[in-house]
């Protein structure tokens, strides 16, 4: 099982996180990702592949300031 | 009011040891918009002791519903607008400017500051200035801030922690889009919760 945001997510094992965001709806220009604790860099965002047991936090930013 | 005076008041209100740790700090705003100058006015009152401010526009009347700036400012670059706000509420705070914008490219200009607040309106920009910090210096603090739009409740806006050293203030979700505006006290909220962020940081309290 994968953890995105608290939440226990089928189904997404073995996808790229680019694969991940693109099916639900994140604009990648938008999102700051984080795995298991870390920052992970937009440039291995379409190498890095989601395993079971990942914990997966996607922040997507909304204007204003 | 000397330097001295200014210090002896800050440290009886906040104690010598914490007062230093203050005065010793360096923080990079960036963005002097309704977040970046209200998190500058609060961080240059508890005497953080070096503040570089960067922006690459000019106030507009557009700002003035929430932004820092005056009337009489109008037109002027904002790193120099607020570097003369804060020299007149305290001299002693050293404010280095730097009027240009922040891209990809020149992210090496936050290099000397440990402290990173992300105050940009813009939602790309600001994934990329905490991108872009987190990839290249993973060791500075980012305190970035996501929804602080229209009228909603103050009571969603809050501070929470991405990993170790990032933190996120705002409600994560009012986008200025939808909402069609902003509003002095909902982003003057977030930028408190950034400017809290940034000393508590300082003062060695990294929970949120």
């Avoid at chain 2, 100058?37 to 503040?51: E, H, I, K, P, Y």
């Avoid at chain 2, 607040?117 to 990839?135: P, R, Y």
């Avoid at chain 2, 050293?165 to 982003?187: H, K, N, W």
């Avoid at chain 2, 909220?189 to 809290?196: D, E, I, K, S, T």
């Amino acid at each position: 099982m994968i953890t995105v945001n608290g939440a226990g997510v089928e189904n997404a094992q073995g996808k790229t996180i680019a694969e991940y965001l693109a099916e639900s709806g994140y604009d990648k220009k938008r999102v700051a990702v984080e795995r298991n604790g870390g920052i992970v860099p937009k440039s291995s965002y379409d190498t890095t592949i989601l395993q079971d047991g990942d914990s997966v936090e996607v922040v997507s930013f909304v204007g204003g300031g | 009011m000397t330097r001295e005076d200014w210090f002896r008041a800050l440290e009886q209100r906040h104690s010598a040891d914490l007062q230093e740790r203050f005065s010793q700090a360096s923080v990079a705003i960036c963005g002097l918009g309704g977040l970046g100058s209200n998190v500058a006015m609060a961080l240059a009152r508890a005497g953080v002791g070096t503040l570089y401010l960067i922006d690459f526009d000019r106030v507009d009347i557009s700002n003035l519903n929430r932004q820092q700036y005056k009337a009489s400012q109008l037109g002027l670059y904002k790193t120099e607008a607020m570097k003369q706000n804060l020299a007149e509420i305290t001299p002693y705070c050293k404010v280095m400017i730097n009027t240009v914008k922040l891209t990809e490219d020149n992210l090496s200009l936050l290099g000397d500051y440990e402290i990173i607040c992300e105050c940009f309106d813009n939602a790309e920009c600001k994934a990329m200035l905490v991108n872009g910090t987190a990839e290249n210096y993973p060791e500075k603090y980012i305190v970035a801030a996501s929804g602080m739009s229209g009228l909603h409740t103050s009571n969603k806006i809050r501070t929470r922690k991405l990993g170790q050293r990032i933190y996120l203030c705002g409600d994560g979700e009012s986008d200025v889009q939808a909402d069609g505006t902003l509003f002095a006290p909902r982003v003057m909220l977030c930028a408190a919760h950034q400017a809290n962020a940034v000393l508590r940081i300082i003062a060695g309290k990294f929970e949120v």
